[in-house]
T-cell receptor
Framework: AQTVTQSQPEMSVQEAETVTLSCTYD???????LFWYKQPPSRQMILVIR??????QNATENRFSVNFQKAAKSFSLKISDSQLGDTAMYFC??????????FGKGTKLTVNP | NAGVTQTPKFQVLKTGQSMTLQCAQD?????MSWYRQDPGMGLRLIHY???????DQGEVPNGYNVSRSTTEDFPLRLLSAAPSQTSVYFC?????????????????FGPGTRLTVL
């Protein structure tokens, strides 16, 4: 079974600075998809960014980018120019051939003014 | 589009009571799923469905029942509530790759239901 590990339960960053959230996963599949979801205090789950495993190019969405290292099974999220609205729980998730989404336990990010 | 809707938003039950959490989506998604979120545990899959009439168990299915009679609806039933089922429940939907949908598709989540079992 696939597992997703987020080793940083909590992190903090100053406004306007850059922060990187770590995620590693374990799978024997070759074709799969990786996602980062954001959950602000409103509880709504919001997709931040997604990556296809067969694409070597790292995905980027505005201030959010990933560092995808397939051989190392690592999928970290970099947030540039952090904003107060980035304060949230961040979940890394894996989807393989079964279509089931497997989540990590999350990282609570606090952006300080 | 309303997206994924869940009712109720909050619910308090007594041990042994039964109830149904409702979930509906208007995006014609084949794949629907239920998760529970507990502090420090992330989201764990309870049950899922890849289409009307097809359901399967996820990681933590005990104590829960589901059915999928239509594409739009995917209710979650608690047969005899226990305090261990106190949690936040999320329903989600997406296109199904197995049904020919796009491969890099995201799951859309409902707003969640906070359930307390006393």
């Amino acid at each position: 079974a696939q597992t997703v590990t987020q080793s940083q339960p909590e992190m903090s960053v100053q406004e306007a600075e850059t922060v990187t959230l770590s995620c590693t996963y374990d799978t024997s599949e070759n074709n799969y998809y990786l996602f980062w979801y954001k959950q602000p205090p409103s509880r709504q789950m919001i997709l931040v960014i997604r990556q296809e495993a067969y694409k070597q190019q790292n995905a980027t969405e505005n201030r959010f980018s990933v560092n995808f290292q397939k051989a190392a099974k690592s999928f970290s999220l970099k947030i540039s120019d952090s904003q107060l609205g980035d304060t949230a729980m961040y979940f890394c998730a894996f989807r393989g051939g079964s279509e089931k989404l497997v989540f990590g336990k999350g990282t609570k990010l606090t952006v300080n003014p | 589009n309303a997206g994924v809707t869940q009712t109720p938003k909050f619910q308090v039950l007594k041990t042994g009571q039964s109830m149904t959490l409702q979930c509906a989506q208007d995006m014609n998604h084949e794949y629907m799923s239920w998760y529970r979120q507990d502090p420090g545990m992330g989201l764990r899959l309870i049950h899922y469905s890849v289409g009307a009439g097809i359901t399967d168990q996820g990681e933590v299915p005990n104590g829960y029942n589901v059915s999928r009679s239509t594409t739009e609806d995917f209710p979650l039933r608690l047969l005899s509530a226990a305090p261990s089922q106190t949690s936040v429940y999320f329903c989600a939907s997406s296109y199904s790759v197995l049904a020919g949908g796009p491969s890099l598709n995201e799951q859309f989540f409902g707003p969640g239901t906070r359930l307390t079992v006393l």
